[in-house]
């Protein structure tokens, strides 16, 4: 269920929401492949872009959650103007950005991981009170969200927020209405009996407004004589509330005192109408047999009068008998074909199995909209439910709904409920799957969600990972502290790739601002040797230039880090001769820099250098080097001179600049020769 | 008692009601208030009160920022900024600690700078450049005018401000693993003893008196310690929280030598362990901390958070009040801490 986008030369963007997309997008290179326009169900929504006047031709690039679109420099004949030069970024969830939602995605990510972790070897049997529990944990979510916006709606005083937050509302309300129907037909799945008595419930919840006018009628003065008191009581017969019915008469009967007998009559009926108890020792037949009993009666009253003096009594007597034509007299008390549904069900077959429901709801439908009206989204979508069509309930939600949250959702659980194992897809790995992948990868675009989005990855068996792969390394990374948090979802996830990828990143970044210390720490994180070598020469180049170290902390800190390119090797162990050099250590001094050179540790172009630190130790009254060091020393130099000779003569270099070398080159030799004489008087003196 | 708390580029103030009625029946007072909030630029890394209507904020940018919670009308305002304080030439640099001692500000951030303001001047009162040549993560005060800072190579630094040099008087490190440090905190009573957590979870009690090493290695948590606080008023409490997802409360039993698996429940212990202790168990000389082994038993870990699944990222305790801000945005308030 991937969008599709078209172009039009008009200036119009049209999204395309479709059935299925044969060939899956390539999530590599986000390419954009074919569409077939017979298999659209719905027509697309047109986007207008504001900026993009007509006549204007778009061009458009996919986004993980969102699409590029800017307009191109093609020229019809004869047209002339400038392009404009603005990109747009059009979104489609926009729900992932309003604040109040974020906390539906918060709550339900935790939902959702504990869901994940109920073990799958457990009987089924055990886990369906578990998987209600979830159920009622996501609706109760999405109620406490409602009821924020409701508030916010309610206070702001703007009214563009007000309006935003009304919607939202009404699309929250829808999708709490569907999810509660699925939970009651799909995953709490309830037999004949109970099922009726969850289908109540279900009216009830969603049709509370008849408490708040209940409320009303009674704290009126007197609330029989209120006008709404009769819509009231007959609203409470149609939800089956026959309690709240009973108190209500109470209050009519006593100020009628003539027709104290009739309103006896009708408690009595009310109060002995039975209703299915699951928990109970009764056999769905006995209640049958009872309510079929009671049915009778009540339309032995209606057949002798007993109630044709009040039209109202009467009125209920009929809706007790489930008299259609009553029922539909009351289509404003319903409100809703499905609350007509539910009220016919009580009153003329409340030991309705689930298979029987979608014939009952599909001509309660038929009866109580007008042959005029079209079905909405919504009534199509519950149609589906009753006829236990969960594809269709998915497929019409995907498409009325504007956010990946609840199909993404729903579907999850459905399938831990094992109801979706025998669809397939043509493309991915299957629907949930499919759906947690669109969701997750919305997420992922924002600031701060990005983080939920990976435990959805984390749980999509098939593509979860490439999806992970290609978006992590694409977070934003305004701070070490964030960067930190991505390595770790990282490195949880054995993603060696992507570390290297985010250690270069920063340490790139470090680089850039000279923070030299820093971009070798990054580098050593992510073992990143070539790297980790290029700072190491930066760090030389500056000790070169400026004749100290920077950063001094962490090179004599680096520890087996040092191990981890040749070159920082040499610049740990040159930076330990410095420091011996420093504490007088002169003899071990002597030695460190000497098998800098004869180890083939140090760069050949920082021979010289080396060779000219060895000049105050040659220079020490006390001999240093021994001779043979000091010959070793020589056959450096020779080493190099020689290698120099040749680079030297096939280059221009300045006059000036070679002298100071050649002048070096002659201090050092002088140097050599006398240390060697006098190590070898010493050595010589030594042993006699 | 209010709790500050930035959520998406916004400084806000909650009340969580008055922690005076507290331990009182069950003590739910209700959800945490929200009294009014302003825009933040950058993310929030870190603040502090200054005092009683200030709070100073460490941003992403670079920035440092004084806001006046003005109790009256219940709004806040800007009332003092230092844009870019932490910078690069040419890019942001976030300023990722920040420590106040009123007047006295210090932060430090990812430029590896140290720099010092104070509240009533407009300007900046000392910089150390190049303090750290990796990123200084934490800062805290050590004494009046000594500081301690942590970076991400697994250095401990102690910075003495009557000298002038622009070095650290003691660098203190883990060996070897250069590990790096998220966090430190000083022990409230005895200065010596430092606390910080790093990447890889562990506590490290250090006593900055002696040795360049930690006194002791715990093994915490299984990612990176964001925070550690010692409790202000009873440090033989002390409170962790990671990116894995854990809050951790630690308690050292330096009251009594009785190994704890004696004292029976852990309630029971609590009730006892007032009883014994009721000027608080931090008199002895030598502190629990430094003492402590964890292989004997003398430091108990309890989980306080119900489920890890997101990165807790801040913690701040205060009396019988823990308050852990998280990654899935959320705010814990715990009012009933056993301390």
């Known amino acids: 269920m991937r969008h599709a986008v078209g172009m039009t030369p008009a200036g119009w963007l049209c999204v395309i929401k479709q059935k299925e997309v044969r060939a899956p997008l390539d999530a590599r290179s986000q390419t954009f492949r074919s569409i077939k326009m017979e298999e659209v169900d719905v027509e697309p929504t047109i986007t207008n872009i504001p900026a993009i006047s007509d006549g204007k031709h778009m061009g458009f690039a996919w986004g993980p959650g969102d699409i590029l679109v800017y307009e191109t420099l093609y020229k019809a004949s004869g047209a002339s103007g400038s392009g404009c030069s603005f990109i747009h970024e059009i979104r489609k969830d926009e729900d992932i950005y309003s604040p109040i939602l974020r906390k539906l995605f918060n709550e339900s990510h935790h939902i959702f991981v504990g869901l994940q972790t109920i073990r799958e070897e ?36 703007n009214v563009e927020l007000a309006t935003q937050c009304g919607n939202q509302v009404s699309i929250l309300l829808a999708i709490e209405l569907i999810w509660n129907l699925c939970e009651v037909l799909f995953i709490d799945a309830a037999p004949a009996g109970s099922l009726l008595l969850h289908l109540l419930d279900w009216v009830r919840l969603h049709k509370a407004d008849v408490d708040e006018r209940a409320r009303e009628v009674l704290q009126s003065e007197s609330p029989a004589e209120h006008h709404d008191y009769w819509d009231v009581v007959v609203s409470y017969v149609l939800q089956g509330r026959l309690e709240e019915v009973r108190q209500m008469l109470v209050k009519q009967g006593t100020l009628q005192p003539a027709a104290r007998s009739m309103y006896k009559q009708m408690d009595t009926l009310l109060s002995k109408m039975p209703f299915y108890n699951p928990g109970g020792t009764q056999t769905l037949t006995e209640f049958d047999v009872k309510w079929r009993h009671w049915h009778e009666e009540v339309d032995r009253c209606l057949q002798d009068n007993s109630f044709a003096s009040n039209r109202h009594l009467e009125v209920i007597c009929k809706i007790l008998l489930g008299d259609e034509d009553t029922l539909l007299d009351h289509k404003e008390l319903l409100g809703t074909w499905y609350h007509f549904l539910v009220t016919r069900l009580l009153f003329c077959h409340p030991t309705v199995k689930p298979t029987e429901l979608h014939y009952y709801a599909q001509s309660c439908m038929t009866m109580f909209l007008d042959s005029r009206s079209v079905s909405e989204p919504l009534d199509n979508i519950l149609l589906a439910a009753f006829e236990f069509d969960i594809h269709q309930v998915i497929k019409e939600c995907s498409i009325a709904l504007n956010n990946w949250w609840f199909v993404a959702h729903l579907t999850d ?15 991915g790995s299957n629907l949930r799957e499919f759906l947690l992948l669109e969701y997750a990868s919305g997420l992922f675009t924002h600031h701060s969600l990005w983080q939920l989005a990976v435990d959805y990855f984390d749980h999509c068996p098939e593509f979860g990972r490439v999806y992970l792969e290609l978006q992590i390394e694409r977070v934003p990374l305004e701070t070490e502290r964030k960067a930190l948090k991505v390595l770790r979802i990282c490195e949880q996830r054995q993603m060696s790739e992507q570390v290297r990828s985010i250690c270069k990143i920063m340490a790139m970044r470090a680089l850039r601002n000279n923070r030299l210390g820093s ?32 950063d001094l902390d962490l090179i004599d800190n680096l520890g087996p880090a040092m191990l981890l390119s040749d070159r920082l090797t040499f610049l740990g162990k040159y930076r330990e001769f410095h420091k011996l050099y420093g504490e007088k250590r002169f003899r071990e001094a002597a030695k460190l820099l000497l098998s800098l050179m004869t180890a083939k540790i140090a760069p050949q172009s920082f021979w010289m250098t080396l060779l000219t630190d060895a000049l ?17 020393l020589m056959f450096c130099l020779e080493e190099l001179t020689s290698s120099l000779n040749i680079t030297a003569s096939s280059t221009d270099r300045p006059m000036q600049e070679e002298d100071v070398e050649v002048t070096k080159v002659e201090l050092l030799r002088l140097a050599l020769a006398r240390n060697l004489a006098q190590a070898i008087v010493k050595e010589g003196t030594v042993e006699t | 008692m209010n709790v500050f708390f930035p959520t998406d580029n916004r400084i806000s103030i909650w009340s969580i009601g008055s922690n005076l009625s ?25 603040l502090q009160f200054l005092d009683q209507d200030r709070i100073v904020t460490a941003s992403s940018t670079g920035a440092v920022t004084i806001f006046r919670h003005h109790q009256n009308s219940q709004t806040i305002s800007v009332s003092q900024l230092w844009a870019r304080a932490h910078c690069y030439p040419c890019d942001n640099a976030p300023c990722t600690g920040v420590v106040c001692s009123s007047p006295e500000i210090v932060t430090v951030g990812e430029d590896g700078r140290i720099i010092v303001f104070r509240a009533d001047q407009e300007g900046v009162v000392r910089v150390i450049e190049n303090a750290d040549s990796s990123t200084i993560h934490a800062v805290t005060y050590l004494r009046t005018t000594e500081i301690l800072t942590v970076n991400s190579i697994g250095q401990l630094k102690l910075w003495d401000f009557r000298q002038q040099s622009n070095s650290p008087s003691q660098i203190l490190s883990l060996s070897g693993d250069r590990v790096p440090l998220h966090c430190v905190d000083r022990h409230p009573n005895q200065q010596h003893i430092v606390a910080t957590g790093g990447q890889d979870g562990m506590l490290c009690v250090w006593d900055v008196r002696q040795g360049n090493t930690p006194f002791s290695l715990m093994e915490a948590h299984t990612a990176e310690m964001w925070e550690v606080h010692f409790h202000p008023t009873n440090p033989d ?22 190994p704890s698996f004696l004292q029976g429940g852990r309630n029971s212990s609590m009730v006892s362990r007032s009883a014994m202790a009721p000027a608080g168990g931090n008199q002895s000389l030598i502190s629990a901390w430094l003492s402590g082994d964890s292989s004997k038993g003398r430091l108990e870990t309890t989980h306080m958070l119900p489920s890890q699944t997101l990165s807790v990222n801040s913690l701040d305790v205060l009396g019988p009040c823990l308050v852990c801000g998280t990654d899935g945005e959320a705010i814990f308030v715990n009012r009933q801490v056993p301390v």
Not at chain 1, 127 to 150: D, G, W
Not at chain 1, 617 to 630: G, M, N, P, R, Y
Request: aromatic fraction near 8%.
């Open chain 1, 122 to 157: 457990l009987p089924s049997k055990s886990k369906k009170p578990q998987f209600v529990s979830i159920s009622k944990n996501y609706r109760s979510v999405i109620r406490a969200c409602m009821e924020e916006l409701q508030q916010v709606a309610v206070s702001t005083r």
């Open chain 2, 22 to 46: 507290t331990g009182m029946e069950d003590g739910f007072e209700g959800d945490p208030q929200l009294l009014c909030e302003h825009k933040h630029d950058g993310d929030v890394l870190d």
């Open chain 1, 616 to 632: 105050p130790l040659l220079e020490q009254k006390e001999v240093i080097f021994t001779a043979d060091q000091t010959y070793e």
């Open chain 1, 519 to 550: 971009a070798l720490s990054w580098s050593i994180r992510a073992k990143d040797a070539a790297f980790a070598t290029l700072i190491s020469e930066r760090f030389l180049q500056d000790y070169c230039a400026k004749g100290t170290f920077s």
């Open chain 2, 237 to 258: 409490h002390l409170f962790t929280c990671s990116e894995d997802g854990s809050l951790l409360h630690w308690e050292t039993s330096s009251h009594s030598d009785m």
């Open chain 1, 413 to 427: 659980l459905l399938d831990h409920c094992k109801l979706l194992q025998s669809h397939n897809l043509h493309f």
